[in-house]
């Protein structure tokens, strides 16, 4: 382990970290609250329109639940589109990641109450004509719009399964996008029966202008940040590729050239999703972080050819158009919470490292950066992080070599023996944000050691490279 | 989850359903109310003799009655009151022959939306024919169409009052 330290003396700049964080975690709750209180509205709406009266006999007491499954699963389904559109707002307050992990975890309960609300109607309303619910299947095609509703309770099944980790590992990541495009369709065909053959969602009734409206929300807020808004901003800032430079064996930085980059307002950490309009790359978009601040009319990507879609872009040829969605993620110094800052990166994890350091506004001595690299050959941008470490005053070190096989750490096997520790590194840990970026196998370790040295969760911001 | 989130969403979601449960039973309440229509009673057609004095009730004239039947049979006609539930509004018609319920015809079902059309044209003829073998509205619930068959009987037993039976 080696030290490059620069240590001015120290200014006095200070920014209430902690009181900014408390503002972000004020909307979070919000948005948390909001979501489980949409939850609540879906049953309240069948309340509201009829109360326990509903309950009366078994046949009612099923079918009554069959609604009310219906509804919840349904406000879940729509919470999903939200969560999904990266609106800006949830993408400041809880990051575009934390959200996409509740996505996920709502997917199978979702779908659970959804296939409860399918199972429990055809019982409930059987029990009531007096029919078994295998013949119900037959009354309730009768009525207007069922067919569309149990296609799309179908095409939802083949969804969520696809997304199931076991399944998920099967299809390429475009495959799988493109079944997952089918939810839109579920969701779309889904919606005819609930205003056609929902008792609760009546014409004419209060609950039906507020189902429009989550409606409306959900697919107005995909249709603004994941379609509309990406298209205006790659028209407006006419990025190309200005141009591909080896950085190291496997790993190149794309130059690209722009009009108004700063206006994109993205902070050092953030990514965008890139699409470069070649005949073999224009079908897949990467997430990929800046590695360096934009000036007004350039930009620059750094990557490592790591899965097939990244090695088709690193031959990008120059003049390539691009298209962008975003900037997106937390990893940036917005989501400071604590006075300083350590900083720890691993391999092509650096970049976005590279640039939040360049970008992010701290005292001298605030910030301390551990860079790590299995080899010298690993070592990518390391120059231009030191240069601006020292410029800025941080502390910089940096460890080289494999971890060690033995029990989990993130160390060198030497480093660990020398008893180099979190806090020999940083410190002032507890007092600090600790941003880790690098491969999964090396974070996990990071992350574990950063609890047990009783790190408050929200201190934590890790940014995850692999796929 | 964090206490004030957990907190926050608790009393959030309680409040929701409390509003909810309140304007549920606001609802209920005036579901069962019957509103009279501004055509009760007037649209009656009582007193009218209309067709029947040789077909119904057996002639008066070819054999000698061994009881005493009035010499035409009487046919009038009772619209019930509307009455709203939250699936639409119900409104039947009753016959009324010579004092007896003959015929229960249905002015209007719930027709709110595709199911409860659907329920309400299986309950109809069910209650029709209740209502005519009971000669009364107290006749027992269809199961899966209460709310049908409540508005349906306060409605024929608004015409049975208008007819006096």
Known sequence: MTTTTARPARATVHVDHRRRYARRARIADLIVVAFWASGAAAIALFLASGGAGQFTSVGEAITSLGIVTGLVGTDYVLVMLVLAARIPLIDRTIGHDRAMAVHRKLGKPALYLLLAHGVLLLVGYGISSGIDPIAEIGSMLALPDLPLAFIALGLLITVVVTSLVAVKRKFSYEGWHLVHLLSYVAVAFALPHQFSNGGVLAEGTAQRVYWIALTVLAFGSILTFRFIEPVVVSLRHRIRVAGVVPVAPGVVSIHLSGRGLRALDARGGQFFQWRFWTGSTWWHSHPISLSAMPTDSSARITVRDLGAGSAAISAVPTGTVVSIEGPYGLFSDAARTAPKMAIMAAGIGVTPVRAMLEHASFAPGEATVLLRAGSEDETYLWDEVRAIAQAKGADCYVMVGERARRGATWMTQHDRERGVSLTSVFPDLLDSDVYVCGPSGWLDAVEADVKRAGLPSHQLHSERFDW | ?165
């Open chain 2, 1 to 165: 989850m964090r206490t004030r989130t957990l907190l926050g969403s608790i009393l959030a979601s309680i409040g929701v359903l409390v509003v909810g449960w309140q304007a549920g039973t606001t609802v209920l309440g005036t579901t069962t109310v019957a509103t009279p229509s501004s055509s009760t009673g007037g649209a009656t057609t009582g007193g009218s003799t209309t067709g029947g004095s040789t077909t119904s009730g057996g002639s008066s004239t070819s054999s000698p009655a061994a009881t005493p039947t009035s010499a035409a049979s009487q046919t009038a006609t009772y619209t019930g009151t509307e009455v709203n539930t939250r699936f639409g509004s119900v409104q039947v018609q009753v016959t009324v022959t010579d004092g007896t319920i003959s015929d229960v015809t249905a002015l209007k079902l719930t027709d709110h939306d595709g199911k409860s059309v659907q329920i309400s044209n299986r309950a109809a003829p069910v209650l029709r024919e209740e209502v005519l073998a009971a000669q009364s509205a107290s006749v027992s619930n269809v199961s899966g169409a209460t709310y049908t068959t409540q508005a349906y009987l306060t409605s024929v037993q608004s015409a049975l009052d208008q007819a006096g039976l």
